[in-house]
């Protein structure tokens, strides 16, 4: 270690730590960009030469409020585009074909999977883990299926589940 860098860990703050900036998540500390309080023998023997942390120093601390700032734009951005498809699937209606009984029982069922592909398939990128559904759809039928897009964003869609048309004829 350089004689200049030993001295910058070496400084004292006010409470008796050394001030980083971590680099990664460090489980009971913190996580990526937090600026927190160690122990200097902490900091020397494990956090910097792990890679896990640096000196915060101002130049350090700027870079940070710039990439945080950057962060804040794209999940902004992100959620917007979220939001516009939320809007743009509810007014949609997925239709499924499936085979069923002369009562109108499925042979199989439709899941969460099924719905998902129909609804990538008409150009709403849509993953099966965000289709929230009470059971498989076992009837033909028309039912209003809930979407959790995002944490902060829900839609709703229409599945009509109909009989295949080698069936119907």
């Known amino acids: 270690m350089t004689r200049k860098a030993h001295t910058r860990i070496r400084s004292k ?8 900036l971590l680099a990664e998540n460090v489980p009971d500390l913190g996580t990526q960009g937090d600026i927190v ?6 900091a020397r023997n494990y956090l910097i030469p792990q890679g896990l942390a640096t000196v915060a ?3 350090n ?3 940070v409020e710039v990439h945080r700032s950057r962060q ?6 992100q959620l917007t585009q979220i939001k516009k498809l939320a809007d743009d699937v509810a007014k949609y209606s997925v239709t499924i074909d499936a085979n069923a009984t002369d009562e109108g029982h499925l042979y199989g069922s439709v899941v969460a999977a099924d719905i998902s592909k ?11 883990d965000a289709v929230i559904l009470d059971g498989p759809l076992k009837e033909l039928g028309m039912y209003t299926v809930k979407l959790q897009l995002h944490p902060e964003v829900a839609a709703e ?7 295949s048309a080698s069936i119907a004829s």
């Open 13 to 20: 703050d006010h409470q008796g730590g050394v001030e980083l």
């Open 37 to 42: 309080r160690v122990k200097r023998g902490y």
């Open 57 to 59: 120093t101002d130049t």
């Open 61 to 63: 601390k700027r870079m």
């Open 72 to 77: 804040a734009e794209q999940v902004a951005l």
């Open 118 to 128: 129909s609804l990538i398939a008409a150009g709403y990128p849509v993953e099966p």
């Open 157 to 163: 869609v229409k599945v009509w589940v109909v009989p």
